[in-house]
């Protein structure tokens, strides 16, 4: 059974930083498409950060330089770094991942089968 469980949001300052994981069950995340991706109410949701199997990263523009996607094979979890968090990045963020190996990065959202249930960002100026 495919499960995707997140943790680490959580509430901050403006300037804070918090780390997200994924924990992923039913398949590896090393050889998988992985991303995040985040919703703020009232808006679509929207890609972050995505990997891929061989471990190139993509971000979007309005977080470049500010988070990092990463993973750890051996623990079959995704994580996202956030620093410099800003009130804009308050959301709820969801983990994604396609199952297979699969060669460059995408913000698509119907490229990714497995979605977790989220954990909450917010940040205060």
């Known amino acids: 059974q495919v499960q995707l469980v997140e943790s680490g949001g959580g509430s901050v300052q403006a300037g804070g930083s918090l780390r997200l994981s994924c924990v992923v069950s039913g398949y590896s995340v090393g050889r998988s498409l992985m991303g995040w991706f985040r919703q703020a109410p009232g808006k679509e949701r929207e890609g972050v950060a995505s990997i891929d199997s061989l471990g190139a990263t993509s971000y979007a523009d309005s977080v470049k330089g500010r988070f990092t996607i990463s993973r750890v094979n051996a623990k079959n979890t995704l994580y996202l770094q956030m620093n410099s968090l800003k009130p804009e990045d308050t959301a709820m963020y969801y983990c994604?991942?396609?199952?297979?190996?699969?060669?460059?990065?995408?913000?698509?959202?119907?490229?990714?089968?497995?979605w977790g249930q989220g954990t909450q960002v917010t940040v205060s100026s």
């Open positions: 994604a991942a396609r199952n297979g190996l699969r060669f460059g990065t995408t913000f698509s959202r119907s490229l990714y089968n497995d």
